[in-house]
């Protein structure tokens, strides 16, 4: 089992930064991707940035450029960092892990862990 803790969301103007944490338990699992999925109000689930174990890294078009996902293997955590933020980033985020990937991918059906999500609030 693993678990998947989120912290660092709040709300911030437009054009502010943020960085989430997502705290996860020891892997067992020799490759694994871990991703940011995102979901506002009436909308769907969106990847937005998945790395692999490799260091491969995925994003999403509308945050290439303005989020960075990166990994602390030695505290077991995964990041986002987000600049330049806009309404449009508004959303609960979710980090999310599949034990068994080999690529990156925004397959959330794939994701078997998922967080409690924290929540972003961007204002213009």
């Known amino acids: 089992q693993v678990q998947l803790v989120e912290s660092g969301g709040g709300s911030v103007q437009a054009g502010g930064s943020l960085r989430l944490s997502c705290a996860t338990s020891?892997?067992?699992?020799?490759?694994?991707?871990l991703a940011w999925f995102r979901q506002a109000p009436g909308k769907e689930r969106e990847g937005v940035a998945t790395i692999v174990t490799d260091g491969r890294t995925r994003y999403a078009d509308s945050v290439k450029g303005r989020f960075t996902i990166s990994q602390d293997n030695a505290k077991n955590t995964l990041y986002l960092e987000m600049n330049d933020l806009n309404p449009e980033d508004t959303a609960m985020y979710y980090c999310?892990?599949?034990?068994?990937?080999?690529?990156?991918?925004?397959?959330?059906?794939?994701?078997?862990?998922w967080g409690q999500g924290t929540q972003v609030t961007v204002s213009s």
């Open positions: 999310a892990a599949d034990p068994l990937c080999f690529g990156p991918h925004f397959v959330a059906e794939a994701y078997d862990y």
């Open positions: 020891r892997y067992t699992y020799s490759t694994y991707c």
